[in-house]
């Protein structure tokens, strides 16, 4: 969707879904403070993003968080966030690690998948967001995800340039305030790039379909 403002002749574009952020402050190498998530969500949203989802580390033996340490982290940055036009509308997922113990946590329904956010409707399967070792793929990866898709659940892989020419979600990463204007160039550059249409449906109607909002 886009505006104007006023006589300016800039687009505004709005709608934009972030699902992979790090705002959440002391929980894993993201916002450090709760005032610099607060500022890096008044970023996100100037960049265009309406929706949110804090996506912080779950990767045993770097970042030791399970569902619960997340949650509680989550609970604590609520206070910061009040009813601000500003602040886009925020969520808690979590980035998981595919190795054996975040696997087994997912399969029995103890991780952070995305929220449903589906109106009226419950969608058949929620996203999960996973990430790979960069060197390669683990073993049996097909049939963990085959398991996964079992379990009601529809892997979603972060940081797809690391593995492969496909994209169907293009998200912020973003771990500081300062790389909320990062993202408002690099979403310049994606449209000039890719087009407007290429662009919109990665950064809106992607994102969109995997929280069963489309």
């Known amino acids: 969707m886009l505006e104007y403002s006023g006589d300016e002749q800039e687009p505004l574009v709005r709608g934009f879904v972030d699902l992979h ?10 916002a450090r403070t709760p005032e610099a998530g607060v500022s890096l969500l008044r970023g996100l949203k100037r960049a265009g993003f309406d929706t949110v989802v804090a996506t912080p580390h779950m990767r045993p033996g770097m970042f030791d968080n399970d569902k619960a340490a997340l949650e509680r982290a989550f609970a604590s940055m609520c206070p910061h966030i009040v009813d601000d036009p500003e602040l886009p509308d925020v969520h808690l997922a979590s980035e998981h690690f ?18 449903d956010l589906a109106e009226g409707r419950r969608s058949p399967r929620r996203g999960v967001l996973i990430e790979l070792a960069p060197q390669g793929f683990p073993t049996h990866l ?11 659940l529809r892997p979603v892989l972060a940081h797809p340039e690391r593995y492969q020419e496909a994209y169907e979600a293009a998200c912020s990463d973003a771990h500081r305030p300062e790389d909320a204007e990062t993202t408002a160039e690099a979403i310049e550059a994606l449209e000039q790039t890719v087009g407007l249409a290429e662009a919109t449906r990665l950064l809106r109607d992607g994102p969109r379909q995997i929280l069963g909002m489309a």
């Open 142 to 152: 097909q049939r963990r995800l085959f398991d996964l898709a079992r379990s009601g």
């Open 21 to 30: 952020s790090h705002w959440i402050a002391g929980i894993d190498d993201g």
């Open 98 to 115: 595919l190795d054996e113990i975040v696997f087994q946590r997912l399969v029995r329904g103890a991780g952070l998948p995305y929220p």
